[in-house]
């Protein structure tokens, strides 16, 4: 991509009104990840597992995307998709699953959009990201 193709696709995208969800146990990687997407434009909330993250949705919370960790205490990624996708207000939101292991099950038993092992580059995060929360300027 030239540089000025890349301030052409700047200039034409912008992020959408709708937060990103991030659901993630480790503070050292939630709280920096959030400030990535913050710094891109894109507003962000933050839970620290699953069980906090079912119920900011059960309040209400309408977010572009949903970005967590697989392995968490308590309500880990697996029961919290379980949730999500048996919710039909829930079940069609975009989730990005981060996992620091190898998965025995088939990522499709997560029916998550994406899955990605960590490490995960930052350039990885915001294309992804930019492919759920970015609306296209008029």
């Avoid at 909330?45 to 309040?59: P, S, T, Y």
Wanted: aromatic letters at 4%; hydrophobic letters at 50%; glycine letters at 6%.
């Amino acid at each position: 991509m030239s540089k000025w193709s890349a301030v052409a696709r700047v200039t034409q995208l912008s992020p959408c009104a709708a937060p990103i969800l991030v659901i993630d146990d480790d503070d050292g990687m939630r709280v920096p990840l959030c400030r990535v997407l913050e710094f891109d434009g894109h507003r962000t909330v933050q839970a620290v597992d699953g069980r906090e993250g079912l119920r900011l949705l059960r309040d209400g919370l309408d977010p572009c995307l949903i970005i967590m960790d697989l392995m968490m205490p308590g309500v880990d990624g697996f029961a919290f998709r379980a949730a999500q996708v048996a919710d039909p207000r829930l079940a069609d939101i975009p989730t990005i699953v981060l996992t620091a292991s190898a998965l025995t099950v088939g990522t499709n038993a997560l029916h998550a959009t994406t899955v990605v092992t960590k490490p995960v580059t930052v350039d990885r995060v915001l294309a992804l990201v930019d492919a759920y929360c970015r609306q296209q300027i008029a």
